[in-house]
């Protein structure tokens, strides 16, 4: 059965009135392109200035798309979404971190977090980014093959190491745990740092998920390579598929560098080859478990679409749904309401510390026509049925 995406009573039930107001003035704002622009500056300037801007920005943006500064923080919210049916992934999201003890302390929150999905229905799966365990570089130079000094090598172990220590543990905790992927010119060596994992602990089934972003060309042929290997040496893929979080960094790399841009030509194309690799990777369910990380509600039609074909029932374990916290709750809980699984990304972390995520969130909702507007209907569309917009 098709959810229906316009229902937002079921979408914005858990947002109290004045929850509600915030949400749509704050898109109203990031609707505001050269505001986005300003503001973005404005607070990057405060924060590395330290200035007092903190109380702010929760109150603002951080507390619309972050469930907290830390995970007890979250918990009020998980549970009450999860009585509505929608679960949650808690994801630490400090970035842009460059040493050893914030590799570690990223760690750590993996691993605590890794209990949480043991313990409770209502987080199924645990999640970090490549560069919450390494340094960047060392995964830049990895990727380009270039050859590391000892003390580099050394640093390279430890990021193994880091991602050892948590697939081993998602492992003997039989839970699964999701990697996300980053810029192109450093996900050679995430990816193949991945495959090692999934080699050792998806034997038999997919505990640790890769990430493919399918505005990147190359990434259906990717698809099918690693397809080939799991075939041949006997292993399970748990498969994120999203559309790309970098465009704008990616091409302007490329220009700079004189390299062809790694991103398909037009949006059209990078829908296109979403589309495929959902196909591919339903194709192949003897392989792939597929998580479909988006908030376009054609993709979400597709692939319920798919599920009906291969007559899974919405809720099979093998398709995820999942969505960014403060981001397209009308999919979310209305996916859930009719019986599939539907999962929220709830970022927390020190607020300084998740700016990166939240400028990527605003720019995003700036550039990607449509996106916004959309929000900000369905919250207008809400806002009058009850009755507040007057
Ligand atoms: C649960 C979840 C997990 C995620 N994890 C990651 C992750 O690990 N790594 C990551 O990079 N992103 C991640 N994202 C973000 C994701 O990649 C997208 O940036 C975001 O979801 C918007 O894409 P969409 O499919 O929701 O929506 P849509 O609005 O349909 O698509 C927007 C996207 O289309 C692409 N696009 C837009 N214009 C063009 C153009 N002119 N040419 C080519 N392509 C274009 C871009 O990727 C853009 O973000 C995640 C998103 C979700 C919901």
Redesign the pocket.
Known sequence: MQPNFENTAIAFELKSDSQLERAYFLFKMIANEPLVRIGTAVTNFAIKAHLPVEGLIRATVFDHFCGGVNEEDCLPIIDKMYEKGVCSILDYSAEGKEVDNQFDFAMEKTLEVLDFVKEKDAIPFAVFKPTGFGRFKLFEMMSAGLELTDDQQAEWNRIVNRYEKVCKKAHDLDVALLI???ESWMQKAADDLVLQMMRKYNKEKAIVFN?F?M?RWDRMEYIKHVHQLAKEEGFKYGA?V??????EKENERAQEKGYPTP?????K???EN?DAAIQYLMDHLDIFTVFS????EQ?CHKLIDLMAEKKLNSNDNSVWF???FGMSDHITYNLAAAGYNA?K?VPYGPVRDVMPYLIRRAE?NTS?A??TSRELALLQKERKRRKLDD
Request: some cysteine.
């Open positions: 996300d992927a980053e990430t972003q505005y994120k999203v559309r790309g979080a970098y465009m991103i398909c030509k037009s949006k194309e990078t829908d979403f990380g988006t908030h376009n993709s999942g969505q960014l999962v990304y995003e990607v449509g996106q």
